[in-house]
C-alpha cells in the first residue's frame, strides 16, 4: 500500500527534497494553482503547487474538485501560512474524473451544504471534512471499546442478528421471513403457518443480544457482544434509529454497584481515549460546536465547549440516584410545580420520560446521572427484584444533551421468581426454555448493560442529530442506501 497522508505529515523530515508518489481526491482548486489533496487518513489536506512547465494543460483543465488523482513530486518545506510542507508536482495523473455534464451542479462545488442535504448524498457526505471527522471518530470509539474490554479479560461473542426471542419484551421487532408475502400459508384457522417458514417458526431481527451473551457469560464469565440491533418503534427523533449499534457487557458475580462501577470506568476510558487519539478531529470538530452554539439563542446554548465538556465529563464521579429521590426531585422542581414538563410528575411509578431525565442532568444535578432502583412494572422481565418487592435492580446512565446513554440491570438470576415475573408480564417461558436453562444449572449472581454507539458518539463529536454519526442511517421511510 502507499504512504498516507497522516503518514506522510506525521514523518517527512527524511524525505524533504526527495520524489515521492501520493494519492487522493482534490478537496479544492485554487487559482489553477493550489491543490487541496485529501486521502481521508486526516482532516489534515496536503498541498500539491502545480508547476505549469511540467503539467500538460489538457490534464490541468480536467482537475476539479473531487478528482482523485495520483500526484508525484518534490516533497518540500512549505513557505505559506497553515502547512508544514507541500509537494511541487511534476506528474499528476487522474485516475477518476467527475463527468463532465454533472461535474458544476452545485452539489460538488466547495460549500457548505446543510446536514439534511448530506444526508441525500451518499458520496459526498463522506468526503466533508465534517462527515469523515464523525467517522474517524466513530472508528476510534469503536477499537477502544474492544481494548477496553480486552484489557479486562473480556471476550467478544458474536450473537445472533436472526432470533426467535423478543429480548425486551416490548414487541418492537422487524419480522424475518422467506415466505412469498403474496402468498402466505395460513391454518384452517386463518393463522400464519410458520411451521412452514424458513426457520419453521416465528423469527425477528434482534432488539439486543443480551439473553445470548448471558448464556454465553455462564460459560466464560465476562463477555460482551457488539453487533447491529434493530427497532420498529416509530420513533422519529435525533436520539432513534432503527438499526443502531449496541455494545452489551455481561459480567457473572457482578451486583448492580459493580455493574455501575463498570459503566462508568467504561465510558470514562472511552471519552479519555478519543480526546488522546483523535486530537485534530476533535479541534475541528469543537470548531464546528462552538458555531453552532453561537448561533442559538443565548439561553439555549451550550455552558461549555465540546473538548471542555469531554474533559469534564471524565474528571469527575458521575452522581448515583435512586428513581425513588428522582422522583421527589422532579415531583417538587419549580418545572412540575408551574407545568412546566409535558409530562407532569405526580406519583411514585412513573415512567421518566426524556423531559425529566434532562432536567435532572443538565438543571438539577449538572453532571451524568446515573439513576438505579426503578419499580418494577416500568422496566425489563429479567430485571431482579429488590428486597423491597416493588423495585428492580436496574440502572440507566443518563448524559447531558443526550438522556439515557446506558440501560442495564443486575440480572434475575432465581428461577422461580424469573419464571413468575414472566407469566405476569405475559413473556412466554417456552419460547425462551434455552434461558430458562441458564437458571436451572448452575445459575450465577450476574449483570450487564447496553450501550447505544450512536449516542455515545453523538456526545463526544458534539453532533445534534443521531441520523449524523451513522455511516447510512435507518429511519422511519428512509433505507435509501
Ligand atoms: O435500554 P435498552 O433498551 O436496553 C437493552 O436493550 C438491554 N437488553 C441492554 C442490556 O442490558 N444488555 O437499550 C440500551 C441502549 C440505550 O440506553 C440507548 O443508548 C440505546 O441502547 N438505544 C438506542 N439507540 C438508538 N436508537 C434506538 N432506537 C435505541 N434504543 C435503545
Ligand atoms: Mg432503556
Not at 467478544?156 to 423478543?166: E, K, L, R
Request: glycine content about 6%.
Amino acid at each position: 500500500m502507499k504512504t498516507t497522508i497522516k503518514e506522510l505529515l506525521s514523518d517527512y523530515k527524511k524525505l524533504i527534497h526527495h520524489d515521492i508518489t501520493i494519492q487522493g481526491w482534490a478537496r479544492a482548486f485554487r487559482s489553477n494553482r493550489f491543490i487541496a489533496l485529501n486521502d481521508g487518513s486526516t482532516i489534515e489536506n496536503l498541498q500539491i503547487v502545480v508547476d505549469f512547465e511540467n503539467i500538460p494543460e489538457d490534464i490541468l483543465k480536467n482537475i476539479s474538485v473531487a478528482s482523485s488523482l495520483k500526484i508525484t513530486g518534490e516533497l518540500v518545506e512549505s513557505q505559506g501560512a497553515g502547512q508544514s510542507i507541500e509537494i511541487i508536482a511534476k506528474k499528476v495523473e487522474i485516475l477518476g474524473d467527475n463527468f463532465t455534464e454533472e461535474r458544476d451542479k452545485t452539489i460538488l462545488q466547495p460549500k457548505r451544504h446543510t446536514l439534511e442535504i448530506l444526508r441525500e448524498q451518499a458520496h459526498l457526505r463522506m468526503r466533508t471534512n465534517l462527515f469523515s471527522s464523525v467517522f474517524r471518530v466513530r472508528h476510534a470509539v469503536s477499537f477502544a471499546i474492544h481494548q477496553f474490554f480486552n484489557q479486562n479479560q473480556f471476550f467478544y461473542i458474536n450473537t445472533p442478528i436472526i432470533t426467535g426471542a423478543d429480548a425486551e419484551g416490548a414487541g418492537e421487532m422487524f419480522g424475518v421471513t422467506n415466505f412469498d408475502l403474496n402468498n402466505i400459508p395460513k391454518n384452517d384457522d386463518g393463522e400464519i403457518n410458520y411451521d412452514e417458514d424458513f426457520f419453521g417458526k416465528k423469527t425477528n431481527l434482534t432488539v439486543s443480544g443480551q439473553l445470548s451473551v448471558e448464556t454465553a457469560m455462564m460459560g466464560l464469565g465476562r463477555v460482551y457482544t457488539f453487533g447491529p440491533t434493530f427497532r420498529a418503534e416509530n420513533s422519529n427523533t435525533t436520539r432513534h434509529l432503527a438499526e443502531f449499534w449496541m455494545v452489551e457487557p455481561e459480567v457473572a458475580f457482578n451486583n448492580l454497584e459493580a455493574n455501575i462501577d463498570l459503566a462508568e470506568d467504561f465510558l470514562k476510558y472511552i471519552i479519555t481515549y478519543v480526546l488522546e487519539n483523535c486530537k485534530e478531529d476533535l479541534k475541528s470538530l469543537d470548531e464546528r460546536f462552538a458555531a453552532e452554539q453561537k448561533a442559538k439563542p443565548e439561553k439555549d446554548r451550550a455552558k461549555e465547549g465540546l473538548i471542555e465538556k469531554l474533559e469534564n465529563v471524565i474528571s469527575k464521579r458521575f452522581k448515583r440516584v435512586s428513581y425513588t429521590e428522582a422522583i421527589d426531585i422532579l415531583m417538587n422542581s419549580k418545572e412540575n410545580k408551574k407545568g412546566k414538563f409535558k409530562f407532569p410528575i405526580t406519583e411514585w411509578g412513573a415512567d421518566l420520560q426524556s423531559e425529566h431525565e434532562r432536567f435532572l442532568v443538565e438543571k438539577h444535578f449538572e453532571s451524568p446521572v446515573v439513576l438505579f432502583d426503578y419499580p418494577k412494572d416500568i422496566k425489563a422481565f429479567y430485571m431482579r427484584l429488590n428486597e423491597d418487592g416493588k423495585t428492580v435492580a436496574a440502572m440507566d446512565v443518563l448524559f447531558p444533551g443526550i438522556g439515557e446513554i446506558i440501560g442495564g440491570s443486575q440480572r434475575e438470576e432465581r428461577y422461580q421468581v424469573l419464571k413468575d415475573k414472566m407469566e405476569i408480564m405475559g413473556v412466554d417461558e417456552e419460547e425462551l426454555w434455552w434461558y430458562m436453562d441458564t437458571r436451572k444449572f448452575g445459575s450465577v449472581p450476574h449483570a450487564g448493560f447496553g450501550l447505544g454507539l450512536e449516542r455515545l458518539v453523538l456526545f463526544v463529536t458534539g453532533m445534534s442529530n443521531i441520523r449524523d454519526v451513522i455511516p447510512f442511517p435507518r429511519t422511519p421511510k428512509n433505507a435509501e442506501f
